[in-house]
């Protein structure tokens, strides 16, 4: 072999330094075979083949391989390996395989140290060479393998070790290192004569080139054409949560997420711009590493990245599923190379973060003697009783305490070139605020990937959750109970026994709990075991085309058990359990094939997908025991069981899709999907739905007119529409089924048939049409983005329950008839405003939506569910055509009459108050919703904060009307009462006068504005040395201290805004506050560390 | 090859993806039911079955309340200031409109299904219609009493959405004639406690004709009752041998002609409005002391303390409204261990008597002797004498012309029936509402209340209902 040391191959390793940058944009994700049949070509250029299609850059010095030696190659679907044991066959050398590095060594090398043969001749002239070493983490600080190390203006160069280290022998100790990495800002450091010279790495500011993944693929996030949001996993875990949903909260543009109540693991509400249906679910559909699945079985520390999809023309190729919106997770993955383990821990405290200003015993005592003054010409309490009494008990104090958080997650991952796997566990345990509450999930995940030949490759994933529940506090008897208990007594009698709260006074209520006693003496306990697994076959035969199919099993078990106890005031112990097994297959098969063709750029993805959904439930219960040992656990022993039920549901969907991206000159992209989709649900005829969207895009940045416009860097404008649609009934609602019930004769339960209150009819999908027109332009480098979406959503064929005359027997049934109109503005903005010693970034969202019922059934208004609060039996809720889903209708308050009671305006002047006279008093609709991220550092440490909140909503508050507006049964009000109610001193008081006449009305006085400003979390870092700790074997290890919801600005003058009582997933009854678990304050420590 | 492949398997999928999307619900479909007797007696049993769930207990709380000898509390506490309902008693009472309605549906569902049957023999389904014929008609009674002229929904008609009210008359046409029917195709024995048979609807037929003041018809069903010989008073001899008719633990006894049946899995919700925590009558609770009265009440006040009915009947409780009130023991479970088991009483034998004693004075213008022996008969019970043989406290025809003996056989089914919702309608039916409410507590009534509104959730979806021009006087 003749040796022919020129410059050529110099040049060449100049060509590979620059080639690392070029590297940045290459994924991880790329495809991995080659393919090249060629006869006398020089290694050189097989190599240049190799990096083009695969990403792979091979590393050598010319001392050791003459790549101008030419070779006759055949590679088809060829691996890497293949490729270069290939190539290096019989010439003495080895090589190792760096993420998407190929060192090529001989095989008694000792350093992957590059040294040209330029510098090996000026070595001769300069005898003197400084070696240089350091180490190269990433922000977070884990220590990066594989980083090129350069000289700039020479050669010289080399990558970094498994531990992060590189070593590089120099000249020049004046000149600077140039450092690059897949996925990383490159950076250049001078020398200054150091010897030891570390570097941090930062992730690009430019992540448009990063893969996102869209239904049913993946894209560049640069080609998108749709609406689109993608939240980091770490941000999700930024505190503790007990569920993914919740912890997306302010995140994401057109995101509204709203708790139900603020116990651990109660219900959660998403609504992704806006609400859409009124039969049907407004829930989006949650993907899970390609299946649908409930978001409750993952721990946020499972999350590699989530994506949102929001407009039509991403969420059409869901069809039926994509109304509400779809939310896509995809969970960790392992990389190739060195193993990596990570482990978070946290510990947090959580308190109430508003305890109500109750009155005390003294001022209890006054308020009544008021009312017995009233009602009765004399005083109840002698002077002297309320002189013993002073402030008595805070009942409060008696239901909440100090509940520990405790969040630990571990997860190792790595691989090599043909596998990967990635594994975690996760334990999660809250106590909550209130007694006798608490959430405890643990999580164990594996995921892992290996090509089985150059053509076929597997992948499995497994996620396993056991969710421990027990929202026994989660109760709204309890809660009020322990607001309205008299502060003059305690829980307990003399000898022990629970004090009976009902008859304490002769005014006292007849419908108090005692909270001790439901606390010790009651229990619900649930658990929910949910696995989820599935499996894929991936065939590539030629290159760009793929075909895959997979099958997904979730299986979730729940068990729900009730027991109250025999000490339980008037109880004889009864127990009650149910069980719920559902069953989702899924059977997913999918053709992509993309080509590019000169300036033209297709992909096309094709499938058939196939589900169904099985659900049976038991129930049983009894009561009369004569001892609690036994708990739920020996229902047999109870005096008297209910009648057990069961229950069968069954549905299937079956759909095909389609969808084409095409791009030319990566300035013009076009996005056509459709779908079919076949539910067994509705009626035969209309079982079938199609659906529709198209979007353009177009890089208005790659024209020529905008070359000299430097401050742009990148700016695209997406125009989209799309169909998709909302099965919204449940299974066999077309169907004239009979249910059965038990009706008492003789001294037995005889069992009956008959159809249920709903008639039956024919019905066919609901559907939502949606135009989305947006924006994505990046500033400076890509230093500010922003994207901002303007959208119109029109549901129409809403599935509408229709009211019938009770006389006719049934209640109401169901007509497609009826629009509902959503339209918005999403706007999220990313800034690195500084980046030198001191660093923040900033990131914004702003949510506007604004819904509209444009028709019902006949004009029929249809109204929220009517809530007997006593003082007040009215519903709250109503929707109307021409007026904003579920706003608040009732009466408008007029102040107080000369007695003290509530007036209430006449509006339409005749003389009585009557239904006639109700009109529009609020919207629970917020104006806006917001959300706000900053995060700082300075040297090691940093500062992260996140602000959250909503604008212009109204909460009607049931509790304030519930506990201030009846005294006259003895409840305990907040002590405003006491000093603000009316008397013929105080006519314009707050509160009217203290007799047993009700004069309150669903009226406006009790519509609050819900506005609130939100620090949810606050958190301070600090990055431990641990190098100079001595605990090398540490990558990085950072501790931090955070506090949540630790401020909060709101006018609210209940527990908490953030709240929604009778929320879910198609409630009509919306912003109502009805002794919601309260919301708490935490203070979290943690450790990060990985290794 | 592939593609010709792909092609037939898409084809393959296609054709048997009809089959994929077929139901199968594990559930009777409404179309194919109503075939054999066994699937027609439960059809028959969802009759009765919204009648005897918890919202119907609206009827009671409200009706007790109206009357004069029962105060009540909380949301019912506006009643007896005798000024109009208010929305939430008027909203609830909407509740047993519509659970009344639902037991029409299914007696109608029955009586159109079975005259599709033709698996049974005519016999055995006129007995099934005469059965869900008694319920319908038992429904439109209470319909009629409360509301007046109502939508009248049979089988004819009933999938018309919109139904404009019909009248009084042709109401109370179609219970007679139901009722007619019912008594003649009904056995003697019911089919099950709690069902009707040919002496239940005898019984509700002689109250309808009462009503309707068809004194002769009332005077001649009721006196086939009782000549029937098959119900009799139960005795007493202590006020707690009372317990032996209302008790938790009673299966049934000879003076049961109509009743609810509950029993511990299908218990009596009622229950809970009667006694206070403290009391031990129902130690199982909620309770919630809704009924009491006082010792100035006129009713109470001129009750004879010897009745053992008074003594049985009432428990002195303050309930923060004063030392003399009293809470009502008429409906007693001291057994805390399993829910309330206790049968609600719709028609008792000793009613089936006054109403004789009633319809016999008025029909012949005069108490007869029969008339007199019924009366006397439930008044010798309350003293503890033996209600068969002549006792010291028995009423004297001589002393009594028409309007006095009426006067006195009304006393005596006020006591006989407190707390058993008889009495506002038995004032409403004898005009004497407005009245005996000036007596006993000095206020006029707001004469809308002889009447509940039509429920708004009746008039807002039936367009044949004005709201404003067909609403009940008052509304």
Redesign the interface.
């Known amino acids: 072999m003749g040796r022919k040391k020129s410059t050529i191959w110099g040049l060449a390793a100049i060509f590979l330094l620059f080639s690392f940058v070029q590297v940045n944009a290459c994924s991880l994700q790329d495809s991995v075979s080659v393919n090249l049949q060629a006869k006398h070509i020089t290694i050189a250029n097989v190599f240049k083949t190799l990096q083009q299609q695969t990403g792979f850059i091979v590393f050598y010095n010319n001392d050791i391989l003459n790549d101008q030696q030419r070779v006759d190659v055949n590679f088809m679907h060829a691996g890497v390996r293949q490729v270069i044991n290939y190539i290096i066959s019989g010439q003495g050398l080895t090589y190792t395989i760096k993420d998407r590095f190929i060192l090529l060594q001989r095989k008694s090398a000792e350093t992957g140290q590059l040294k040209t043969d330029l510098a090996a001749v000026k070595v001769a002239d300069i005898p003197v060479d400084t070696l240089i070493t350091g180490v190269v983490k990433s922000e977070s600080g884990v220590l990066l393998a594989g980083v090129s190390v350069g000289l700039k203006g020479s050669s010289l160069g080399t990558i970094t070790d498994e531990d992060g280290t590189y070593s590089l022998r120099v000249q020049d100790m004046q000149g600077s290192l140039m450092l690059s990495y897949v996925g990383y800002d490159g950076k250049e450091v001078s020398i200054k004569g150091r010897q030891r010279i570390d570097v941090v790495l930062k992730p690009s500011v430019s992540s448009l080139n990063q893969l996102v993944v869209v239904g049913y693929g993946t894209q560049k996030k640069s080609d998108l054409t749709g609406s689109l949001s993608s939240i980091d996993g770490k941000a999700l875990s930024a505190f503790p949560t007990t569920n993914v949903a919740r912890a997306l909260e302010g995140r994401s543009a057109g995101v509204y997420v709203q708790q139900n109540s603020g116990a651990p693991g109660s219900g959660i509400q998403v609504r992704i711009r806006g609400t859409n249906s009124i039969q049907g679910s407004n829930e989006p559909l949650w993907i899970i590493d390609g299946f649908p699945a409930d978001p409750n079985i993952l721990n946020p520390s499972d999350i590699e990245s989530m994506e949102i999809l929001k407009d039509a023309s991403a969420t059409a190729i869901y069809g039926s599923r994509g109304a509400n919106g779809v939310i896509i997770v995809t969970t960790k993955r392992g990389k190739a190379g060195k193993t990596l383990f990570e482990f978070n821990g946290s510990y947090s405290v959580q308190r109430v973060r508003k305890k109500l200003d109750m009155m005390n015993a003294t001022q209890y005592a006054g308020l009544y003697n008021a009312f017995w003054e009233s009602t009765h010409g004399v005083d109840y309490f002698s002077q002297d009783q309320i002189q013993s009494l002073g402030k008595g008990v805070d009942w409060q104090d008696l239901i909440f305490r100090n509940a520990p958080t405790q969040n630990y997650s571990f997860n190792v991952s790595g691989g090599n070139a043909k596998s990967q796997f990635s594994a975690g566990a996760s334990y999660f345990d809250q106590q909550g605020i209130v007694k006798n509450s608490d959430y405890r999930r643990i999580g164990m995940r594996i995921s892992a990937n290996h090509d089985i030949s150059d053509k076929f490759s597997v992948s499995y994933n497994v996620i396993l959750a056991r969710v421990d529940n027990n929202p026994t506090a989660d109760n709204l008897d309890l809660l009020f109970s322990a607001l309205t208990a008299p502060p003059t007594v305690g829980p307990y009698l003399n000898d022990g026994e629970y004090r009976?709260l009902?008859?304490v006074?002769?005014?006292?209520p007849?419908?108090t709990i005692n909270p001790a006693a439901y606390i010790k003496e009651k229990s619900n306990k649930q658990f929910a075991n949910n696995e989820m697994a599935n499996l894929s076959l991936i065939y590539t035969p030629i290159e760009g085309l793929s075909l895959k199919v997979s099958g997904n099993i979730s299986n979730t078990d729940q068990r729900s058990d009730s027991y109250t106890s025999t000490k339980y005031?008037?109880s004889?112990g009864s127990a009650s359990v149910s069980a719920v097994n559902s069953i989702h297959l899924n059977s997913d098969n999918i053709i992509t094939y993309t080509k590019r063709i000169n300036k033209n750029d297709i992909s096309a993805t094709a499938a058939?997908t196939?589900e169904n959904f099985t659900t049976k439930a038991l129930n049983a219960s009894g009561?009369?025991f004569i001892t609690d040992v036994t708990e739920t656990d020996n229902l047999g022993s109870a005096?008297?069981?209910?009648?057990p039920g069961t229950s069968?549901?069954?549905w299937?969907l079956?759909s095909y899709l389609g969808r084409i991206n095409y791009a030319y000159a990566d300035k013009y992209l076009v996005t056509v999907s459709f779908r079919a989709d076949?539910?067994?649900?509705y009626s035969k005829g209309n079982?079938w739905g199609y659906f529709p969207s198209g979007a353009l895009a177009w890089k208005f940045t790659k024209e020529d007119f905008m070359k000299g416009v430097n401050w742009i860097t990148d700016g695209k404008i997406r125009v989209g529409y799309g169909l998709t649609g909302s099965t919204a009934i449940d299974?066999?609602y077309t169907?004239?089924?009979?249910?059965?019930?038990?009706?008492?004769?003789?001294?037995?339960?005889?069992?009956?048939?008959?159809?249920g209150?709903r008639l039956p009819g024919n019905l066919k999908w609901e559907s939502t049409t949606q135009t989305d027109i947006g924006l994505d332009l990046g500033f400076f480098d890509n230093r500010i983005r922003i994207m901002a979406d303007y959208y119109i959503k029109n549901t129409s064929d809403l599935l509408n329950p229709v009211?019938?005359?009770?006389?006719?027997?049934?209640?109401y049934t169901v007509r497609n008839v009826g629009k509902i109109q959503n339209r918005g503005f999403d706007f999220e903005l990313d800034a690195k405003l500084l980046d030198r010693n001191l660093k923040v970034d900033v990131g914004a969202n702003l949510s506007l939506n604004r819904n509209k019922v444009l028709k019902l059934y006949g004009n029929?208004d249809i109204q929220g569910t009517?809530y007997?609060l006593?003082v007040i039996?009215?519903y709250a809720n109503l929707l109307q055509e021409g007026k904003p889903i579920s706003a608040f209708y009732g009466y408008k308050f007029n102040g107080l009459d000369d007695q003290g009671h509530y007036v209430y305006k006449d509006m339409n002047n005749d003389g009585v108050i009557s239904?006639a006279d109700k009109t529009w008093i609020g919207n629970p609709n917020p104006k806006f919703i917001y959300g706000f991220t900053a995060d700082m550092q300075w040297k090691s440490f940093k500062l992260n904060f996140f602000i959250q909140g909503t604008q212009g909503n109204d909460i009607l508050c049931f509790s304030l009307i519930n506990q201030n507006y009846r005294y006259y049964q003895g409840f305990n009000t907040t002590a405003d009462v006491f000093y603000d109610h009316w008397s013929k001193d105080n006519p314009s008081a707050k509160y009217p006068a203290i007799d047993n006449i009700l004069s309150t009305k669903m009226a406006d006085n009790f519509v609050y504005n819900g506005s609130y400003l939100r620090l949810k979390n606050v958190q301070l870092a600090y990055d431990l040395p641990t190098a100079e700790m001595g605990l090398k074997w540490i990558g990085a290890c950072e501790a931090y201290i955070s506090a949540q919801n630790l401020l909060t600005l709101t006018k609210y003058p209940w527990w908490d805004p953030e709240v929604n009582s009778k929320g879910g997933d198609n409630s009509i009854n919306q912003g109502i506050d009805y002794y919601s678990y309260p919301s708490a304050k935490g203070f979290t420590i943690g450790i990060k560390l990985s290794f | 090859m592939k593609k010709i492949l792909t092609i037939v398997l898409?084809v393959l999928?296609l054709d048997s993806?009809s089959k994929?999307?077929?139901?199968?619900?594990?559930?009777?479909?409404?179309?194919t039911?109503y075939k054999t007797p066994d699937?027609v007696v439960?059809?028959v049993?969802?009759a009765?079955?919204s009648l005897?769930e918890g919202g119907y207990t609206t009827y009671f709380t409200n009706l007790a309340a109206c009357a004069d000898n029962v105060y009540a509390k909380?949301?019912l506490a506006i009643i007896d200031e005798y000024q109009g309902f208010?929305?939430?008693n008027i909203?609830?009472m909407?509740g047993v409109?519509?659970q009344l309605?639902?037991a029409?549906?299914?007696a109608?569902?029955v009586i159109s299904n079975l005259a599709k049957n033709t698996n049974l023999p005519d016999d055995q389904k006129r007995q099934f219609i005469g059965e869900v014929k008694f319920v319908r008609a038992f429904c439109y009674f209470n319909l009629v009493r409360l509301w007046a002229g109502?939508?009248l929904?049979t089988e004819d008609n009933?999938?018309?959405?919109?139904?404009k009210r019909s009248s009084k008359d042709e109401v109370y046409d179609l219970i007679v004639s139901d009722l007619k029917f019912a008594e003649e195709n009904l056995p003697d024995a019911p089919?099950?406690?709690?069902?009707a048979s040919k002496w239940v609807a005898k019984t509700v037929l002689a109250d309808v004709y009462l009503t309707q003041e068809n004194w002769a018809k009332s005077m001649e069903e009721a006196g086939d009752v009782i000549a029937s010989g098959k119900f009799s008073l139960v005795k007493v001899s202590t006020p707690e041998d009372f317990e032996k008719i209302y008790g938790a633990d009673v299966?049934t006894s000879s003076e049961e002609i109509f009743y609810f049946?509950?029993?511990?899995?299908?218990s009596w919700s009622l229950m809970s409005f009667f006694h206070?925590?403290?009391d031990g009558y129902y130690?199982?609770?909620?309770?919630?002391?809704a009924f009491y009265t006082t010792s100035d009440n006129y009713f109470y006040e001129h009750w004879d303390n010897n009745d053992l009915r008074k003594q049985h009947d009432f428990y002195k409780w303050?309930?923060?409204?004063g030392d003399n009130t009293f809470l009502f023991r008429k409906y007693v479970d001291q057994d805390?261990?399993?829910?309330p088991?206790n049968d609600w009483p719709i028609y008792r034998y000793a009613e089936v008597l006054l109403i004789y004693a009633e319809a016999a004075d008025r029909a012949e213008k005069g108490p007869t002797p029969e008339a007199v022996e019924c009366l006397n008969k439930v008044h010798r019970r309350a003293y503890g004498y033996d209600p068969d043989a002549p006792s010291p406290v028995d009423f004297n025809m001589v002393n009594y012309n028409e309007e006095s003996f009426f006067n006195l056989v009304f006393r005596e089914k006020g006591y006989e029936t407190i707390l058993e919702c008889k009495r506002w309608l038995d004032l409403l039916r004898t005009h004497q509402a407005a009245s005996m409410i000036k007596k006993t507590l000095n206020i006029d009534v707001d004469t809308a209340m002889y009447l509940f509104p039509i429920?708004?959730?009746?008039t807002?979806?039936?367009k044949a209902?004005d709201p404003v021009k067909d609403q009940n006087p008052g509304y």
Not at chain 1, 639 to 643: G, K
Not at chain 2, 261 to 266: A, E, I, M, V
């Open positions: 009976n009902n008859t006074y002769p005014f006292s007849d419908n005031p008037n004889s058939l196939y009561s009369g005096n008297t069981f209910a009648t069968y549901s069954n299937t079956l076949g539910s067994s649900r079982k299974p066999y169907l004239n089924m009979l249910q059965s019930g038990k009706v008492p004769f003789n001294n037995d339960l005889y069992t009956y048939f008959a159809p209150t009211q019938l005359p009770q006389s006719i027997g049934y209640d029929q009517v007997n006593i039996n009215d239904e | 898409a999928l993806c994929m999307l077929e139901e199968h619900p594990r559930a009777i479909a409404s179309e039911f699937e439960d059809a049993n969802s009765y079955a005897l909380g949301s208010s929305t939430s909203t609830n909407g409109w519509k309605y639902l029409i549906r299914n109608n569902l109502v939508p929904r009933m999938d018309e959405i919109d139904l089919r099950m406690l709690g069902t299966l049946k509950y029993n511990s899995q299908h206070h925590d403290g130690p199982h609770g909620p309770n919630y002391f303050d309930i923060g409204l805390g261990s399993t829910p088991s429920p708004i959730t009746e807002d979806f039936n209902i």
